[in-house]
């Protein structure tokens, strides 16, 4: 007779999950404390999904989570729930009836954050949770995809913004927008190279004290460098509110 050989009764077969994208919205503009601001979730998936957990994380932690809308594809598809828990937003998508998110590619979220209260000012990044517990998304069997994904940056205004205006050939204002009480304030001017030093000053805040000296480099300040240093004897707040000016000072040429 002719020899068979039979295949061995503990082989499988596989094929390997889709791969997904998923993206987040560029944010313009700049956002102080208080301040809201939308971020957009679009998806790129090659066949149906079923349910999908994303977590985002916020470097530094600056803003929280407030509200999230399906939108394109899941404007009134499935439910929706959403949680802002240890600085992470989590959002969760399925259908009880287990209806599908068909393949597609195209905005699938709208996030809306806010700024915290005491958050400092710089970039924040907003990104995918990639941790084992984090970011997920499944087919109508279970199966997880694998996924790519991209985050995006939210520039946080400072507590205290100090901004230089200049009103004469030798003369500049200073302003501050503020979203913190500010009681008293330092800060140093320079001009590299020294060409200018300090002539006199005009202070526009009546509650407030205003000195400015020019260092002689018998201090700890550098050689020509104004320090300008503000404060109230009576106690006095500057309370949060937009650009406006503290003082005017002169220089002239050294």
Known sequence: FEETESAYSNEASASPMDMVNISLSEVTGTYGAGDQFDVTISLNNPTPVAGIQIVLTDTPEAVFLVDVEGIGALADLGNISSSDNDGNAIIIWFDIQLATLPAGDGEIFKLTYE?????????????LDETPNGTAISDPYGNAFFYTGSGTTVNIANAVEFAFIQTSDNSFAVTMQNTADVSAYQFEINDTPDYFSYVSKENFMPNHELTVQECTGNTECMEGEMQVLVFSFSGAVLEPGDERGLMEITIENA
Do not use: L, R
């Open 115 to 127: 700024v915290n209260d005491d958050a400092d000012g710089g970039e924040c990044v907003i990104a």
